[in-house]
């Protein structure tokens, strides 16, 4: 079983439309977790932290669920721009840090 | 502007032969790390450095190099030892072991 698991889609949804991502992790020891974002052929970028509370940020909104281990992005009002391969990380501790291999979205008019 | 470069973004080299990846960051971060991303697969940890003259191993160090003599250059050296050495190749520096933030990203073909 892999660390860090994530639907690799891809998802192809219109512009409007609400989308949500799921992400399992299989350390119950995880301590920090976020999303990322990356463009065709470009770096990681830092979307979100992902908190025990849940947090929104925009049109964006992560959830963690520690007892089932996985967490969640949702993505509402979708844009074309939102057009990407959506990224999964946990952190275990220290500087152990744990990548999903991603999940691709595609907006589309 | 505060930032990490990568350079050269395209590299070229023949099997055999070692290459150097560039890596330098002003944001003043104490941590580095390289990472190496595959098609359809998620990052992995090659070595990371939480401070100069200190790098530890990650989960794929084998045919890897790497040195820190300065806070704000982190090279990462492609020996001939690496059996696939073809891969985008990440840099990244963190402030503490939280979030990092990556480099624009080397991508190497070897023939």
């Known amino acids: 079983r892999k660390e860090v698991e994530q639907d690799p889609g891809p998802f192809n949804v219109p512009e409007g439309a609400t989308v949500a991502f799921n992400c399992t992790y299989s350390?119950?020891?995880?301590?920090?977790f976020f999303w990322y974002r990356q463009d065709c052929r470009k770096e990681p970028k830092l979307l979100m932290s992902?908190?025990?509370s849940g947090n929104e940020d925009g049109r964006f909104t992560a959830q963690l669920n520690r007892a089932s281990q996985y967490i969640s992005l949702l993505i509402r009002d979708s844009k074309l721009s939102d057009s990407a391969t959506y990224l999964c990380?946990?952190?275990?501790?220290?500087?152990?840090?744990?990548f999903g291999a991603g999940t691709r979205l595609f907006v589309k008019a | 502007d505060g930032g990490i470069t990568q350079s050269p973004k395209y590299l070229f080299r023949k099997e055999g032969q070692n290459v150097t990846l560039s890596c330098e960051q002003n944001?003043?971060?104490?941590?580095m790390y390289w990472y190496r991303q595959d098609p359809g697969q998620g990052l992995r940890l090659i070595y990371y450095?939480?401070?100069?003259?200190?790098?530890q191993k990650g989960d794929i160090a084998e045919g890897y190099s790497v040195s820190r003599e300065k806070k704000e250059s982190f090279p990462l050296t492609v020996t001939s030892a690496q059996k696939n050495p073809t891969a985008f190749y990440l840099c990244?520096?963190?402030?503490?072991?939280?979030?990092?933030?990556f480099g624009p990203g080397t991508r190497l073909t070897v023939t």
């Open positions: 990244a520096s963190s402030l503490t072991a939280d979030e990092q933030y």
């Open positions: 350390n119950s020891a995880s301590q920090s």
């Open positions: 992902v908190y025990s």
């Open positions: 990380v946990v952190k275990l501790g220290g500087f152990k840090t744990i």
């Open positions: 944001l003043n971060h104490d941590a």
């Open positions: 450095s939480q401070i100069v003259n200190d790098f």
